[in-house]
């Protein structure tokens, strides 16, 4: 079966940092173009981080640019989100996921993780 599991959600205060991961398995996650989306209550889950399959595009919204960081190791077959600076608007829900091409919408979303809860405080 098709899985990715997502891990590394928690509380921080602002200015802090995380790195959530998200292990695959089922599939080789590095054939595959990879995204993280978020969503926060109330409002419509959007991509922050998308990485193509050959790794050589790559797209973050732009409130991400600069503070995140999308990765993959492909020995472990897991794909990370590493997140530096991090605001309370940041505060969401954090899904990883195998698509279509990056920039990658929701309708093209193939396997989803189960999400993970990041908590920014200000």
């Known amino acids: 079966q098709l899985q990715l599991v997502e891990s590394g959600g928690g509380l921080v205060q602002s200015g802090g940092s995380l790195r959530l991961s998200c292990a695959a398995s089922g599939f080789t996650l590095d054939y595959y173009n990879i995204a993280w989306f978020r969503q926060a209550p109330g409002k419509e889950r959007e991509e922050v981080a998308c990485?193509?399959?050959?790794?050589?595009?790559?797209h973050y919204i732009d409130s991400a640019k600069g503070r995140f960081t999308i990765s993959k190791n492909a020995a472990k077959n897991t794909m990370y989100l590493q997140m530096n600076n991090l605001k309370p608007e940041d505060t969401a829900v954090y899904y990883c996921?195998?698509?279509?091409?990056?920039?990658?919408?929701?309708?093209?979303?193939?396997?989803w993780g189960q999400g993970t809860l990041v908590t920014v405080s200000s």
């Open positions: 996921a195998r698509g279509g091409p990056c920039p990658m919408p929701g309708r093209l979303v193939e396997v």
């Open positions: 990485l193509s399959g050959s790794g050589d595009s790559i």
